[in-house]
């Protein structure tokens, strides 16, 4: 069973950065498309960030296009979400999720297995 575990959430202010890990157990990461989904509260789970399997190709969503960058380390079975120049309305709980399959999807629906999540608080 594929375990996914987020970190390196926390609270920063306007402008700060953080980066995110997402560590992947089992040996099939690698075969996946994976992607960064957020939630804040009342709001539906949002589609931020995708990446093929072998990182050849990322989707970003309008909001966090040009401040997010996702990557990921098949060796390590690690993804990372380095986000820059934050707002408050980033302020979510961050979550990492498989695909099914190795295409980039923004559907939650389109995604097997996700982690815990991790909080990002923003303050102004």
């Known amino acids: 069973q594929v375990q996914l575990v987020e970190s390196g959430g926390g609270l920063v202010q306007a402008g700060g950065s953080l980066r995110l890990s997402c560590v992947a157990s089992?040996?099939?990461?690698?075969?996946?498309?994976m992607g960064w989904f957020r939630q804040a509260p009342g709001q539906e789970r949002e589609f931020i960030a995708g990446?093929?399997?072998?990182?050849?190709?990322?989707l970003y969503a309008d909001s966090v296009k040009g401040r997010f960058t996702i990557s990921r380390d098949n060796a390590k079975n690690t993804m990372y979400l380095q986000m820059n120049s934050l707002r408050p309305e980033d302020t979510a709980v961050y979550y990492c999720a498989r695909n099914k399959v190795n295409t980039i999807r923004t559907a939650p629906g389109e995604y097997d297995r996700w982690g815990q999540g991790t909080q990002v608080t923003v303050s102004s």
């Open positions: 990446i093929t399997w072998n990182g050849d190709s990322t």
């Open positions: 089992g040996r099939t990461f690698r075969l996946h498309a």
